[in-house]
DNA sequence: GATTGATCCGATACTTAGTCTCATTAGAGT
DNA sequence: ACTCTAATGAGACTAAGTATCGGATCAATC
């Protein structure tokens, strides 16, 4: 449900809008991950009247509060995941687009590791896992 | 030098031609990552003929060869790094972009991990660092 | 060194993602 | 209900990237 979505936006002090409250069902309707295209698309199939910059302002507000993040998809294309605000990592299937969320498992030593090796300080990191959810590999 | 790209370019197969000389330099006078408007810029600047076209194509070839790799920069921006071909992360420096590579330390104890979660089955993997190098640390 | 054919080229048009501006609307606190 | 500001949609605009195509050029062969 998109009300999780809205809490969130409420908490933050933004107005509680019509476009954001009909993009909001939009994002949680899909599953996986999904490009600002896409809700154009479903925005436009559904003949809500909004705007094509409205979509993309509230994506920004979204991942700003973290409730969203973008993920860059090995073709290039820029996606988002619906997500839980506190640091983790996406599991994403190349051949579904389901996500899991992992939390940190282990990186904090890696990235260390790297810090101790190059000389950098280490202020952020990302990464992505490309592979095949359950479903998939057994549908196959 | 742009000798080493170029080796590596006749050595697959491909055709050395002007513009991909030409190009290799641009890229071999870089330091740290630079995007394809980047190259494109600094072409125009120096009148060298080369079409946009020819950069992105040649992008794409380097990158299809690992010789370089896109990383995709936390402003959204796709920049590229020149690289080794086998398989390693990048640390990126976020105030002046200077690039260092590691390889796998402890990665794949991740991913096992993250497998063993998640039911995923991981096929590839993205980690990318952002920090600051160690000649930004001390400038500052 | 000339011939030749596939590869590669630049020009140009086109598509798509994303940003900006601005006049109008509508949310939320009073 | 009133008000003031945040947010909206329309549309122009920019920038990234792709597709097409006739002409140039590389490199293998003779
Ligand atoms: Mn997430
Ligand atoms: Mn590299
Ligand atoms: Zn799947
Ligand atoms: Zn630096």
Known sequence: MSDELLRALDQAGVRLTGPRREIAALIAKRNGHFTAADLIADASKRRLGVGR?????LLDLLAEQGLVERVDLPDGRHA???CEPSHHHHLVCVSCGAIAEVDDCGI?????????????????????????????????
Chains 1, 2 share one sequence.
Do not use: K, M, Q, W
């Open 53 to 57: 910059a409205t979509i993309f302002r």
């Open 80 to 82: 988002y995941v619906p």
């Open 108 to 140: 904090d030593a890696v990235t260390a590791e790297a810090s101790r090796r190059s000389g950098f300080s280490i202020e952020s990191h990302r990464l992505e896992l490309f592979g095949r959810c359950p479903n998939c590999r057994s549908a196959n």
